[in-house]
């Protein structure tokens, strides 16, 4: 007996698959407008152009459909940095790529840090439980690894560097200082949104953890 997926069951599947890729971008939309406490399933439905039954019979609950926004927006960003191939680079040229990257997608994506907000907020208990989270986000870390031992080795970087501290170092200067803009631009007097002063903060970001990599 054949076991082929017959075309309905083929398109059943792909429409499925559109319904919960639709369903998740307009949640994200919402959540980032509105944080988890503030976002209404009603307005996602309106967002999506769904029924508001299609987003529980998918997603089950607000909190589950969160945690659906989080992994996919988690899914994103990794894939796009899989897309850089990291690994092809010499040691330094692949950090500053990673960091550029880092930079130029939280300003790209201003939705990915307010989802990030929301979720510290909710102390991340979303993705503590979330398996495919940390599926999503160990490669990162392993291709960083080998990026910094293949440095070690060459005599460009120097050793002893944990890959997971340098990334939260990368990620932490591009997040603290998009998601603090106003506050810090407020109290300085500078406008530190300029094009001029994002391509200083990217120079000084590079300097900085390619500086702290120096044998």
């Known amino acids: 007996m054949s076991t082929e997926p017959t075309p309905v069951t083929d398109e059943r599947l792909r429409d499925a698959d559109r319904s919960q890729a639709t369903i998740l971008a307009a949640a994200r939309d919402e959540f980032a407008e509105h944080g988890l406490g503030g976002a209404r399933v009603d307005r996602i439905a309106e967002r999506a152009g ?4 299609l987003i529980y019979y998918y997603f089950a609950d607000k909190e589950r459909l969160f945690q659906a926004v989080l992994e996919q927006a988690y899914r994103d960003i990794r894939a796009a940095e899989q897309a850089l191939h990291l690994l092809d680079l ?9 960091v550029e990257f880092t930079w130029n997608y939280y300003l790209e994506h201003p939705e990915f840090l307010t989802l990030l907000n929301s979720a510290n907020l909710h ?13 999503l986000n160990s490669p990162l870390i392993e291709t960083l690894a ?20 340098l990334y939260v170092s990368i990620a932490g200067m591009a997040y603290f200082y998009l998601s603090n803009n106003h506050t810090l631009s407020a109290v300085f007097g500078r406008d530190l949104m300029t094009p001029k002063a994002l391509q200083q903060r990217l120079s000084h970001m590079s300097d900085v953890i390619l500086g702290y990599l120096l044998p």
């Open 50 to 53: 769904l029924n508001k039954r």
């Open 123 to 135: 102390r991340a208990r979303h993705l503590a439980d979330s398996q495919r989270a940390r599926e």
């Open 90 to 98: 010499k040691p330094a040229d692949a950090v500053r790529r990673l």
């Open 146 to 165: 080998e990026i910094l031992e293949r440095g070690r080795r060459e005599g460009s970087f120097r050793g002893g560097v944990d890959p997971l501290q």
